[in-house]
C-alpha cells in the first residue's frame, strides 16, 4: 500500500490546485460592477521584536470566505522607519512548508516586484487572478533584505509558519524553510473578490478571541469555528476576520493598543466588513486600575459610534465568567455584572450574542462550566470555543443596507 502514497498525494494536490486556484472567468463589465473586495482573514498588529535583515517569513493563514483577485496588505503599522519587501508569493499548503506544485505566485504592488512601507503604514498588493477557495490554507512568503528596528506582526498566532535566512519566497519546496514561528510577521489582512452581497464579520477581542488554550494548527479559536458555520450556512456573511490581541484591553494600551485605539486600522479599514463583533472588557476588569463599568460603557459607546458612523452593525457579547483566575474578587465580579446588563438591556447594540450564560456553570454562575474550562478558569477549551460559536445567531450578523433595528437581539 506504501507504494501508492506517491502518486495518490500527487493526484490529491492536482485536485486541491485545480479547485482552489482556476482561472478567473471572463465577466462583463456589469457583473464587475456588482463585486467588491472582502477579507477573508485577518491579524491583528502589534510591535514585535526588532526585524531582521536577509530574512524570509512562511506564513500559514486560513482563508474564510472564497473568491478571486486575491490579495494581501502587509504591514508596518509599529515601525521607526520605511520597511522593504524584495520579494512577496502567495501559494496554497500542501504539507509543512512544502507548497502544491505549481501554485505559488509572484505578488506585485503597483506592478512592481518589491515595495517600501513607510513607517506607520500599510499597503495592499496588486490583485492576483484567479479563484481561491474558503477554508484553504494560504502562504504566504516574503522577504525582508535590509529590515532593521521594531518589527510588526502578531505574537499568538496558534499557528506553525516558517522562517529561515535569505530569499526563497519563490520555491515550492520546504527546504530552505528550516526555522518555526508562532507568529505572524508583517502580514495582517488578506481579502478575495466576490459577490457586493457578500460581507464579513470581524471579531474585535483579547486573548478569548485570540483562541489561548485552543489547540495549536487547529484552527479552533471561536472565530474559526464561526466561520465553519457560516460557511456551510445560507447568510450572505461569510468572512471572518480574527482581531483579537491576547490581554487587549478596551480603553488602555498595553497587551497591543486599546480596541478604541486599534479599532480603524484593525477593523474599519479592512474591505467588505458588514459587522463588528465586539468582545471584549474582562481585562479592563480583572487589572484593578480604578475603571468602573461606566468607564467601560463609555468605551463600547465610542465604538458603537464609530462603527455605525462608517455604516457598520455591532453585535455586543457580555464578558465571560472568570472566578477562580487569580485576580478574580467579588468587586470585579460586580463590575462584570453592572457591564452586561449594560450589554444585554441598554438597546444600544444592533444584536446581543450572550456567552456568558453558555460559558458558566449552573451551579457557580461566577464561575465557567468545567466541560468547557481550558484549565485557568478564564480561557474555554475547544469545546467552550466551539460553545460560544454556536451561541451566535448567524441571522443576526447580516447587516446589509446598514445597521438594523437596534430592538433585535442575537
Known amino acids: 500500500m506504501r507504494a501508492h502514497r506517491g502518486p495518490l498525494r500527487r493526484a490529491l494536490a492536482v485536485l486541491l490546485l485545480t479547485a482552489a486556484l482556476q482561472a478567473t472567468p471572463a465577466t462583463a463589465a456589469g457583473a464587475a460592477d456588482r463585486e467588491h473586495d472582502v477579507i477573508t482573514w485577518g491579524a491583528s498588529a502589534d510591535r514585535m521584536g526588532d526585524g531582521a535583515a536577509d530574512r524570509g517569513y512562511r506564513l500559514v493563514v486560513r482563508t474564510s470566505v472564497g473568491g478571486s483577485d486575491l490579495r494581501i496588505r502587509l504591514s508596518n503599522a509599529f515601525g521607526d522607519r520605511p520597511l522593504t519587501f524584495g520579494s512577496v508569493h502567495a501559494g496554497i499548503r500542501a504539507s509543512g512548508a512544502e507548497l502544491v506544485r505549481g501554485s505559488n505566485r509572484r505578488l506585485t504592488f503597483d506592478g512592481a516586484r518589491s515595495v517600501t512601507v513607510p513607517a506607520g503604514a500599510t499597503v495592499w498588493s496588486d490583485p492576483l487572478p484567479g479563484r481561491w477557495a474558503a477554508a484553504l490554507d494560504l502562504v504566504v512568503s516574503l522577504h525582508t533584505p535590509d529590515a532593521a528596528g521594531p518589527a510588526t506582526g502578531h505574537w499568538m498566532a496558534l499557528q506553525t ?123 479592563d476588569i480583572k487589572a484593578h486600575t480604578g475603571v468602573t463599568a461606566e468607564d467601560i460603557v463609555a468605551g463600547y459607546r465610542a465604538i458603537i459610534e464609530r462603527a455605525h458612523a462608517a455604516q457598520k452593525c455591532v453585535v455586543g457579547a457580555t464578558v465571560g465568567p472568570f472566578k477562580g483566575w487569580p485576580e478574580w474578587d467579588p468587586a470585579a465580579e460586580s463590575v462584570r455584572q453592572e457591564v452586561n446588563r449594560f450589554i444585554r438591556t441598554s438597546g444600544e447594540f444592533d444584536a446581543v450574542t450572550d456567552f456568558d450564560r453558555i460559558l458558566r456553570s449552573p451551579y457557580d454562575p461566577e464561575r465557567m462550566l468545567p466541560f468547557l474550562d481550558g484549565g485557568d478558569h478564564l480561557h474555554p477549551n475547544d469545546k467552550g470555543m466551539q460553545a460560544m460559536a454556536d451561541a451566535v445567531d448567524l441571522t443576526r450578523l447580516d447587516c446589509a443596507g446598514g445597521p438594523p433595528d437596534t430592538g433585535s437581539r442575537a
Open 161 to 283: 509558519s516558517y522562517t529561515g535566512p535569505g530569499d526563497h519566497t519563490a520555491e515550492e519546496s520546504g527546504a530552505h524553510w528550516t526555522e518555526t514561528t508562532g507568529s505572524w510577521f508583517y502580514l495582517d489582512a488578506v481579502s478575495v473578490r466576490t459577490g457586493s452581497a457578500t460581507g464579513a464579520v470581524v471579531a474585535l477581542g483579547d486573548s478569548i478571541t485570540d483562541g489561548w488554550q485552543s489547540t495549536t494548527d487547529l484552527d479552533r479559536r471561536w472565530p474559526d469555528y464561526l466561520a465553519r458555520r457560516l460557511l456551510r450556512a445560507d447568510t450572505a456573511v461569510k468572512g471572518v476576520a480574527n482581531e483579537g490581541i491576547s490581554g487587549n484591553k478596551v480603553l488602555a494600551d498595553g497587551a497591543g493598543q486599546s480596541a478604541l485605539g486599534r479599532l480603524q486600522r484593525d477593523v474599519l479599514s479592512q474591505p467588505g466588513v458588514r459587522t463588528v463583533f465586539l468582545f471584549e472588557g474582562v481585562n
